[in-house]
């Protein structure tokens, strides 16, 4: 039996969301819940805001199942927004925390900014996800 050929191509696996989507949550649970619960960890709270993002990173780059040119360009353009977003800010922001203040607090922003373009762009065609993936970041660079 032959099987029929077409020049349309094999649709690939959809983006994998839960883990993502878990990180962002237990991200924000842990930097919004525990300092109401337990106010004296609210360092804890920032680094949790820092280990999501890593959470995030590390679920997009391995298991979100994005072609790669999405996934290396998501993280460049996270990189080079918030690096150009340190120049534009108001110097009491680029020196806190000794100058890591801007970027303690964009961790889980991008975050979640990624992970909800991700969930919303998956019915959208490459040039659109990619065009919305760029807003989407900028978005989260200028709150």
Not at 3 to 9: H, L
Not at 109 to 125: D, T
Request: charged content about 10%; hydrophobic content about 60%.
């Amino acid at each position: 039996m032959a099987t029929a050929q077409t020049d349309q191509p094999t649709p690939g696996k959809p983006l994998r969301l839960w883990p993502g989507a878990l990180a962002v949550v237990l991200q924000w649970l842990v930097m919004f819940g525990l300092p109401l619960v337990v106010p004296e960890q609210g360092g804890t709270a920032v680094i949790a805001g820092v280990v999501g993002g890593l959470a995030v990173v590390l679920w997009w780059l391995f298991f979100s199942r994005a072609a790669w040119s999405e996934r290396l360009g998501a993280i460049v353009l996270m990189v080079v927004a918030v690096a150009a977003t340190s120049r534009l800010v108001h110097e009491s922001i680029a020196n806190g925390m000794m100058g890591f203040m801007l970027f303690l607090y964009a961790a889980p922003v991008l975050s979640l900014a990624l992970v909800l373009w991700a969930a919303a762009s998956r019915g959208l065609s490459s040039g659109r996800r990619r065009a919305s993936m760029v807003a989407a970041i900028l978005l989260a660079c200028g709150r």
